[in-house]
């Protein structure tokens, strides 16, 4: 898949160039914080009647037609995107606002020529593409470094957690060191997100505090070892023994109050 969409992008960019045409669009990249509002310039030329496209490819993924516009003032919507044809300016800026962190991806501006009746587009013109990546909005960031040592094999896993977005966040360095990339922890719950990555040495131990320079939580308190879950899975299960024996003994004592109203009346029926 990755090999095909290359081929897809060289073909793109093989179309056109026709007539002078010429798409310019901000290039390189651009970061933006989720809830931030985006603009993506494009201004083009060409002396035909233009059709304009703009094309997005997420990673992994060939190029998908995100938005159009056939004519002048033409306003193309998709996906909370918004495009409009000005033809006075020769400009089709993409914009949203705010952005969301399924957003990122390579977008690409491009021209197509159109006859009188927009039914034919003939060849494209792209522009170079512009890099969005858009970062979590971590509110009130606290990051921590956590030290968790394996009682069966011995070697340290680092917990580097909560911390901001725009950090730059360095892999400790070593042929045997081996790191997640940076993650995002959803809690809807608390509607909030959290920035997380793990380091572990497949080999030989290695210090987080040296890794990471955020206050140090050594593993003497936070340990890989599985039996302090399962402790923590029997408390539950004491809650639950506990809530089930209330219920029985309200039940029991629904049914004594029951027969005792029962006979009761059987004795006033007397």
């Keep these: 898949m990755k090999c095909s969409s290359g081929i897809v992008i060289v073909l ?40 304009l496209f703009w094309y997005v490819q997420y990673l992994g993924e060939g190029p998908q037609l995100l938005l159009k516009a056939l004519r002048d003032k033409e306003k193309g919507i998709n996906k909370g995107f918004e495009a409009t044809l000005d ?46 990546t858009v970062h979590p909005n971590v509110q009130d960031p ?17 917990l580097f957690t909560d911390f901001d977005s725009q950090a730059d966040f360095q892999k400790p360095e070593g042929a045997t060191v081996i790191s997640l990339n940076s ?13 997380g990555a793990l380091t572990w040495n497949s080999e030989t131990n290695i210090e987080c505090k040296e890794n990471f320079q ?10 890989c070892d599985a039996k302090l879950i399962e402790k923590s899975f029997e408390t539950d299960m004491d809650l639950n023994f506990h809530n089930l024996l209330v ?11 029951g027969f005792n109203l029962f006979m009761t009346l059987r004795l006033w029926s007397c």
């Design 247 to 257: 219920i029985g003994l309200r039940i029991l004592l629904l049914k004594v109050i």
């Design 214 to 223: 955020q206050p140090f939580y050594p593993s003497s308190n936070y340990s």
């Design 87 to 132: 033809s006075s300016s020769k400009s089709f800026h993409l914009k949203k606002g705010p952005v969301q962190m399924s957003d990122s991806a390579v977008y690409y501006c491009a021209l197509g020529d159109s006859d009188a009746s927009g039914s034919s587009y003939g060849k494209l013109t792209f522009g170079q593409g512009t890099f969005l």
């Design 12 to 51: 793109l960019f093989m179309l056109g160039q026709t007539h002078g045409d010429s798409v310019k669009q901000m290039e390189g990249q651009v970061t933006l914080s989720e809830e931030a509002s985006l603009t993506i310039n494009c201004t083009f030329s060409t002396s035909t009647t233009p059709t």
């Design 183 to 195: 993650t995002v922890l959803d809690m809807k719950v608390m509607d909030s997100k959290s920035n």
């Design 142 to 158: 606290d990051p921590s470094v956590y030290q968790m040592r394996s009682p069966k094999s011995g070697r340290t896993v680092c």
